[in-house]
């Protein structure tokens, strides 16, 4: 069973850094395609970025491009978001989730997640 482990979240200022990891187990990793989201209170999940199976292509959402960066390491079985310049509109858990061979941007097509990490960025 696969499962899925976050970490990295934290409380940080504005304009700081994090970055997040999900360690993947219980499975081919190069097998699936890994996607961040995130919720904040009172809103939908949303999508953040989103990695293909080797990692040579990756997609963001709008409102990040330029400031998250997704990268994947196959021999460690990890996927990463790096998050820069940050703002409080950032705030929310950030999930790693996992489904097999093709990204979808629908976050029920997804098959395993993990719980989440709170980041929590403060003005």
């Known amino acids: 069973q696969v499962q899925l482990v976050e970490s990295g979240g934290g409380l940080v200022q504005a304009g700081g850094s994090l970055r997040l990891s999900c360690a993947f187990s219980?499975?081919?990793?190069?097998?699936?395609?890994m996607h961040w989201f995130r919720q904040a209170p009172g809103k939908e999940r949303e999508s953040v970025a989103a990695?293909?199976?080797?990692?040579?292509?990756?997609n963001y959402a709008d409102s990040v491009k330029g400031r998250f960066t997704i990268s994947r390491d196959n021999t460690k079985n990890t996927v990463y978001l790096q998050l820069n310049s940050l703002n409080v509109e950032d705030t929310a858990v950030y999930y790693c989730?996992?489904?097999?061979?093709?990204?979808?941007?629908?976050?029920?097509?997804?098959?395993?997640w993990g719980q989440g990490t709170q980041v929590t960025v403060s003005s």
């Open positions: 990695i293909t199976r080797s990692g040579t292509s990756t």
């Open positions: 989730a996992a489904r097999l061979w093709v990204v979808s941007q629908v976050s029920s097509d997804y098959h395993y």
């Open positions: 219980g499975g081919t990793f190069s097998s699936y395609v």
